[in-house]
Structures are given as structure tokens and as C-alpha cells.
């Protein structure tokens, strides 16, 4: 039986040094056998990282993953597979990096339910993502659920197979009811007012500094899920909007479940039919999060206000 192409090792590093040092072999390595290599780190990595490569960095595709992957449900179709789908002929490198400490507990379930499905989208692809982990600053649960979505490790040490890769109980895990807000507005909505939810949606947005385009994409992510909530909810469903440290908050609930973990993550061909709804939720949003389970979905996306918090 051949080996798996697409290899997924969690690099547990200790300080820049170690970050450097391995980042850069890994990327140089990739380089030297002329392989397409992305870069997708928070930006203080990022920039040591481009520092030590110096013009090797002009062969890279580096970015920000502070703002390519804001929203972790956005990485795999915007950043990973945007890039790897672009190579599709021989084997690809990408360093990525989506839990950083300054990450909310919030923003953690989304990012480590994304290290668990990378690799049910990379399965058979001949692809090597490196995800790296600083050992020092986060915590022994998050260095845990590591080893659960990477069925390689690294360190200074070298290499080892992961006894607790089970990826599915990390998506499975996250995969919980969400805290309830304390004050909120409210719409129950079908076919016949899903307007007014936009309009609800906007008027709040409104309120709290959103103009332009961004308001343009808070109606259109209601929208979406509007959409979602009358073709595959039950042909109705309750949206709820409130605003919560510097964001809006809009969170619509209905009658359907999702079973597919993929869902709204897959790139669409534009030239191909079909339901693009979850999609661009991922790619609008400053955040998603989803609860799911037979006959109820609630899925809440945030948006970073413009101005001060409200």
C-alpha cells in the first residue's frame, strides 16, 4: 500500500530561534527541489521568517494569517487550497499557522476544528502543510488537541507519529451550544420577511459604525443564511443580533443539520452550479461558529466594528 501524500506535522517550537531554524529548512528544502512554497503566519512571524530567508523570500507566496485567515473557516478555501490548487501538478509546501496565543477562547474551537479538517480536504493530495506551535505560550489542552489534528510532531528533538491523532473527536468536541448572549434583538423569519432580517441586521450594523461595502456584506451574509435556513432548515428560522466586545454578532438558528464537515470550506468553480450560501459566510465573515445536531443548527458570525467598541 502506498503512503499517504499529503503529510500534516504540527511543529511545537520554543522561542524564534527554533521557529526560524525550522520554518526556514522546511521552506528552503521545498525550494531546492523546486516545489511552490506559501507562508501564511501571524505578522511578527512572518517578518522573522522573511528576514532570515532574505531573496529566498521572493520565490515564497508569503501572508499575513492575522488577516488571511481572521475567520479560521476561511483558511482552507481562501489561503490552503487557494494556493495548492494553483500547483496541481506536483507536490506543494505550505507553512500555516492559525492558533497564535492572542487568540480568544472563541476563535480557538473554530481554529482547531480547522486543524482537524485539514486533513479530510487534503486527504490524497500531494501536499505537505507544517503548522507550527508555540510551545511556550500556549497552553498544555491546546499543545494536547495538537496531537490530536496532526498525525505527525516535530520539535528540536526530530519526528514522531502522533498516538493521539483523532481528528474527529477534536471537530466533535467543538462542535457544542454556544454561550447565550445577555441582550439581544430578535426576528423570526420564512419566505415571506427575510428582508426584514437583513434589514434588522443592517440597522444594527449601522448603529455601530458599519458603512460600505462592509455593511454590504453583513446583509449579504444574513442573506446567505436566510437562504439557508428556508431551502435546508425547514423553511424557517430565528435571527438574533447583539453586539459583543467590538463586534456584531449575528446568529441565525433553525430546523436543519449539517452533516457534511466540509460544508461552506470547498473552493466552487464559478463555472459550476450549486450552493455557494456557507462559502461566502467563510469568506465575509470575521469569524464563524456552528453548533449542529439532528433537527437544529445555530451558526453565529462576528464582525470586527470599525470604531470604538459599542
Known amino acids: 500500500m502506498l503512503a499517504e501524500p499529503f503529510t500534516h506535522p504540527a511543529l511545537l517550537y520554543r522561542g524564534d530561534r527554533e521557529y526560524v531554524a525550522a520554518t526556514c529548512a522546511f521552506v528552503r528544502a521545498g525550494l531546492a527541489l523546486g516545489e511552490p512554497v506559501a507562508i501564511a503566519v501571524p505578522a511578527r512571524n512572518l517578518a522573522l521568517i522573511e528576514a532570515e530567508l532574505g531573496d529566498d523570500a521572493k ?36 507553512i500555516g499557522e492559525p492558533i497564535w496565543a492572542e487568540r480568544t477562547e472563541t476563535e480557538y474551537g473554530a481554529a482547531a476544528q480547522h486543524e482537524a479538517l485539514i486533513n479530510l480536504s487534503f486527504a490524497g493530495r ?26 505527525v510532531m516535530w520539535d528540536v528533538s526530530g519526528e514522531w507519529a502522533s498516538a493521539e491523532y483523532a481528528p474527529e473527536v477534536v471537530v466533535s468536541a467543538h462542535n457544542r451550544p454556544l454561550d447565550e448572549p ?33 455593511l454590504d456584506d453583513i446583509q449579504l451574509t444574513v442573506a446567505e443564511l436566510g437562504a439557508n435556513s428556508l431551502d435546508h432548515g425547514g423553511g424557517s428560522g430565528t435571527l438574533r443580533v447583539w453586539a459583543e466586545g467590538g463586534r456584531l454578532v449575528c446568529e441565525v438558528s ?57
Open 254 to 310: 433553525d430546523a436543519g443539520h449539517i452533516t457534511d464537515p466540509l460544508v461552506g470550506r470547498r473552493p466552487v468553480d464559478p463555472r459550476h452550479a450549486g450552493s455557494r450560501g456557507l462559502l461566502i459566510v467563510n469568506l465575509l465573515s470575521d469569524l464563524v461558529r456552528v453548533y449542529t445536531r439532528p433537527g437544529a443548527t445555530t451558526i453565529r458570525v462576528y464582525f470586527d466594528a470599525p470604531g470604538p467598541s459599542v
Open 182 to 214: 445577555a441582550v439581544f434583538e430578535s426576528l423570526r423569519f420564512d419566505h415571506t420577511n427575510l428582508s426584514a432580517a437583513r434589514g434588522l441586521a443592517a440597522r444594527r450594523a449601522a448603529e455601530m459604525g458599519f458603512f460600505g461595502d462592509r
Open 59 to 94: 520565490s515564497v507566496r508569503l501572508l499575513n494569517m492575522q488577516e488571511a485567515g481572521r475567520n479560521p473557516g476561511r483558511i482552507i478555501p481562501a489561503v490552503l487550497r487557494d494556493f495548492a490548487d494553483r500547483h496541481p501538478d506536483g507536490h506543494v509546501r505550505i
Open 126 to 151: 500531494r501536499v505537505t502543510i507544517l503548522c507550527p506551535y508555540d510551545a511556550d505560550r500556549l497552553s498544555p489542552e491546546v499543545l494536547k488537541e495538537a496531537e490530536r489534528t496532526h498525525p
